[in-house]
């Protein structure tokens, strides 16, 4: 049996932790904190898997055979969003984009949304909540 390297190991703990761990926690405290709130799962067309000519357009239905840390992961979040639908009656809608693109994207799409400040507004929310402040959100673009 091969074993990935540490490089490899901690990519695949990394992403995972990130993107379904991640995706739970925010579905956790959603379903706590604001069960009628929408919550809007960002996929990637790394779900699918490798595709092949004749698989293009890909259905929506399509079946999800990820072959990434990054598209399995993406898997796992979405599957805990149903998970949540189903369990919980939370409201959550699974987008999975394939090419995701505007002006300046030079990169990976993160750096962009970290450059542009979502963590600060991530973090923001958080102590709003954690204060007691359950108010509604409004985001503009």
């Given at each position: 049996?091969?074993?990935?390297?540490?490089?490899?190991?901690?990519?695949?703990?990394?992403?995972?932790?990130?993107?379904?761990?991640?995706?739970?926690?925010?579905?956790?405290?959603?379903?706590?904190?604001?069960?009628?709130?929408?919550?809007?799962?960002?996929?990637?067309?790394?779900?699918?898997?490798?595709?092949?000519?004749?698989?293009?357009?890909?259905?929506?239905?399509a079946?999800?055979?990820?072959?990434?840390p990054?598209?399995?992961?993406?898997v796992?979040?979405?599957?805990?969003?149903?998970?949540?639908?189903?369990?919980?009656?939370?409201h959550?809608?699974?987008?999975?984009?394939?090419?995701?693109?505007?002006?300046?994207?030079?990169?990976?799409?993160?750096?962009?949304?970290?450059?542009?400040?979502?963590?600060?507004?991530?973090c923001?929310?958080?102590?709003?909540?954690?204060?007691g402040?359950?108010?509604?959100?409004?985001?503009?673009?």
């Open positions: 049996m091969r074993r990935p390297n540490s490089g490899r190991a901690w990519i695949l703990l990394t992403t995972f932790r990130a993107n379904a761990l991640g995706t739970l926690n925010v579905l956790q405290v959603a379903r706590e904190l604001t069960p009628d709130a929408v919550i809007v799962v960002a996929g990637s067309s790394a779900e699918y898997g490798s595709l092949t000519p004749e698989a293009v357009p890909v259905r929506e239905d079946a999800l055979l990820a072959v990434s990054y598209g399995i992961s993406k796992a979040a979405d599957l805990l969003a149903g998970l949540f639908a189903r369990a919980y009656g939370l959550t809608v699974c987008a999975r984009p394939f090419f995701v693109t505007g002006p300046g994207k030079t990169g990976e799409i993160v750096w962009h949304f970290n450059r542009a400040g979502s963590f600060e507004f991530a923001l929310i958080a102590g709003h909540y954690e204060a402040m359950h108010l509604p959100i409004t985001v503009e673009s």
